[in-house]
């Protein structure tokens, strides 16, 4: 809020008089709103997962006397899409209202918009801290969790990456900092923690391990927010400001939302189709490649067609015609389809790592690896910024084409690393969810059947087949060695 405050500031008119005083008001409020953002943004996800009442698989009756499975793998991945559209409602807003405002007004009430907006939540948090279900501090475990790790590193380190890969995969990777096997002389002070602690730092520690790509996919995301505006602005685009076509990634993800969460994922796991966070993510890898090919045709396209070829909007002047007035004939809303597969990979990649940095971390470390999931889009930005050289005339074709193989590749060893986990997705849900629980428990936050409403579960399938097979495996199972007749075959619960 005092962030937004200052850059409402600095763009005042009469401080904007003094360049020098408004820049440095201006670089306060962007060092103070990072700081903001990085701990509104690792807790908020959190809080949110927090609300989840069932902790594991859970049989709960409903009024039909019929019995269903609430699995919280499938209320997390619905919960984090609806999540997503209301980030996306917003953003939309946002980029209409606020881009308006700065050419009618000026940039002082494009920042004041926000700011307004801004203050809504204070007030809705104030009064919903009572409601909210929130899991008591019990300290951090950052210096703890540094001092394993490298302990762990320095007891299995090998100048040969393959030997140390085979080591970091091996079950006993952790051992050497359990304190029941390490011997009591040899025990450090700090190792106050137990065995099942170091368990579940590996759980979170492969969870980081799985956003090590990510900067791969953030890269091509980010060319919506400046490469491809630029792009805009090289076409026909009318008296429609350049920023304006950029809000069809917000629309379409809004579509998107709908579409997945109402029936493409409901349909997948009618047909038993194990569509798991890995599978997710690699397909988003993919689409953001083909996002990026689709912005390298069409700026060879516009290349192709304005009388100034690969200079179009440069300050020159090429056969007598001053091409920073020039545009390719080739209508702004082409962009839709660079826009369309961008958020269609949002939905795979972005608002699954949202669920896998809680599914995959144990309950006490999912804002740090929350965090974690965050810090690659700040790396993302820093390779960026490598790339700048590209980004112009007449390199904006090989901008696109380079930021498509970097996402095909990334994609490829994304899924060839953590196959492993995608094979086992089911299994590693079922111990990680006994381990919240058990986690609710402790906190005396535990949920009974009674505080379910039976009467809420309106997209739960029930059926009484005599075999079916898990959502998330292949494997088939008999209805009465799973739960009596009840059928795995539930998509989500409340939160």
Not at 68 to 96: H, K
Not at 172 to 184: F, G, N, Q
Not at 305 to 321: F, H, M, S, T
Not at 421 to 437: G, T, W, Y
Request: negative net charge; charged residues 15%.
């Amino acid at each position: 809020m005092v962030g937004h405050i200052l850059l409402v500031i600095s763009a005042i008119p009469p401080v904007l008089d003094n360049s020098d005083g408004a820049l440095a008001c201006f670089i306060i409020a962007i060092i103070i709103m990072g700081l903001g953002t990085g701990c509104f943004k690792s807790n908020c996800s959190v809080l949110i997962i927090d609300q989840i009442k069932i902790k594991e698989q859970t049989v709960v009756p409903l009024k039909s006397g019929e019995r269903v499975i609430v699995d919280p793998a499938l209320t997390t991945e619905r919960l984090y899409l609806w999540f997503y559209l209301m980030i996306n409602i917003g953003s939309f807003c946002g980029q209409i209202g606020m881009v308006y405002a700065e050419k009618w007004i000026g940039f002082w009430l494009a920042f004041l918009l926000p700011t307004l907006v801004f203050i809504i939540p204070i007030p809705v948090l104030w009064i919903g801290r009572k409601i909210y279900t929130v899991a008591p501090p019990d300290g951090s475990v950052l210096k703890n969790a540094v001092r394993v790790c490298a302990l762990a590193i320095r007891k299995n380190w090998s100048w040969n990456p393959k030997t140390f890969l085979r080591l970091w995969k091996s079950p006993h990777y952790w051992d050497c900092a359990k304190p029941s096997l390490v011997p009591e002389h040899d025990r450090k002070s700090w190792m106050t923690y137990d065995d099942q602690w170091v368990d579940q730092l590996s759980c979170g520690a492969k969870a980081c391990f799985i956003f090590l790509l990510f900067p791969l996919y953030w890269v091509c995301y980010n060319q919506i927010s400046n490469n491809l505006i630029i792009q805009g602005g090289q076409m026909d685009i009318g008296s429609t400001p350049n920023e304006i076509p950029g809000t069809l990634d917000p629309i379409f993800i809004i579509v998107f939302v709908f579409v997945f969460n109402l029936a493409v994922y409901p349909l997948l796991d009618r047909m038993r189709v194990p569509f798991t966070p890995i599978k997710r993510i690699t397909v988003g890898f993919f689409t953001a490649c083909a996002a990026m090919i689709f912005s390298a045709v069409l700026q060879h396209y516009i290349y192709a067609k304005n009388p100034c070829g690969n200079r179009v909007g440069d300050d020159i002047v090429i056969n007598g015609i001053d091409c920073s007035g020039t545009n390719a004939n080739i209508t702004v809303w082409v962009q839709a389809g660079s826009y369309g597969l961008v958020a269609l990979s949002e939905i795979f990649a972005a608002v699954t790592s949202l669920e896998v940095a809680v599914l995959l971390a144990p309950t006490n470390m999912r804002s740090i690896i929350m965090a974690v999931s965050l810090f690659t889009t700040a790396f993302a930005s820093a390779i960026n910024e490598a790339f700048n050289p590209l980004s112009k005339n007449p390199l904006f074709v090989a901008n696109y084409t380079v930021f498509a193989c970097l996402s095909f590749v990334g994609g490829i060893l994304f899924y060839l690393m953590f196959m492993g986990i995608d094979r086992n997705q089911e299994e590693l849900n079922l111990v990680l969810q006994h381990s919240a629980k058990n986690a609710q428990d402790n906190n005396d936050t535990s949920v009974t059947h009674a505080d379910f409403p039976s009467d809420s579960h309106t997209d739960l399938h029930v059926e009484k087949p005599t075999s079916t097979t898990d959502f998330r495996t292949d494997k088939p199972t008999t209805s009465t060695e799973a739960h009596d007749d009840v059928r795995f075959t539930v998509e989500e619960g409340t939160s």
